[in-house]
């Protein structure tokens, strides 16, 4: 069917405008932690509110205030568990992965990046976008926890207590 009538596009576009003003207004109030750079929670979280946002405009059984507690449950369980984690080594551990070495004082950690599905290039690529040149010059290439590489250089490894559990033949999440 192209066009059923008037009042259901109607329908869409006010409830698609309060909808958004409202998940809008509730990232806000849930803090900065919502917009953070995404790890699979925040990953989930993002997924799950956009369901719930396309459902809530296009689907005519489901009211605008059904659709407004979904996206608080989904927002206050989001931050719920930030908070948690916050507080919570342990929890943390459970909710969000760990940051792993990929790359340590010229040595490739193979079963880190056959895990994660990293190769060589992958931290080549990381590498040049940092602006090195030459692998001699990085100490470290880390896995963070939002799939990001982070380079650490030698001229930046002085003090690496931030890679004290992540000596080779560790990671971060052993």
Wanted: with cysteine; proline share 2%; aromatic share 10%.
């Amino acid at each position: 069917m192209f066009f059923s009538s008037w009042n259901d596009l109607l329908r869409i576009v006010i409830i698609g405008v309060l909808s958004y003003l409202s998940l809008i207004l509730m990232v806000r109030i849930s803090g900065k932690r919502t917009l953070s750079k995404m790890n699979a929670f925040d990953f989930t979280v993002s997924v799950a509110v956009g369901s719930s946002f396309s459902t809530v405009i296009l689907n005519k059984d489901i009211t605008l205030a059904e659709g407004l507690t979904a996206f608080l449950v989904l927002i206050g369980m989001q931050y719920l568990l930030a908070w948690c984690a916050s507080r919570s080594r342990r929890f943390r551990r459970v909710l969000q992965s760990s940051p792993e070495l990929v790359y340590y004082q010229g040595q490739y950690v193979n079963r880190i990046m056959i895990k994660n599905r990293i190769d060589e290039h992958d931290i080549y690529q990381s590498v040049r976008s940092e602006g090195v040149t030459n692998m001699n010059e990085v100490y470290a290439v880390v896995l963070e926890p939002n799939g990001k590489l982070s380079v650490l250089q030698n001229a930046e490894a002085e003090d690496n207590s931030i890679l004290e559990e992540a000596k080779p033949g560790h990671s971060f999440s052993e």
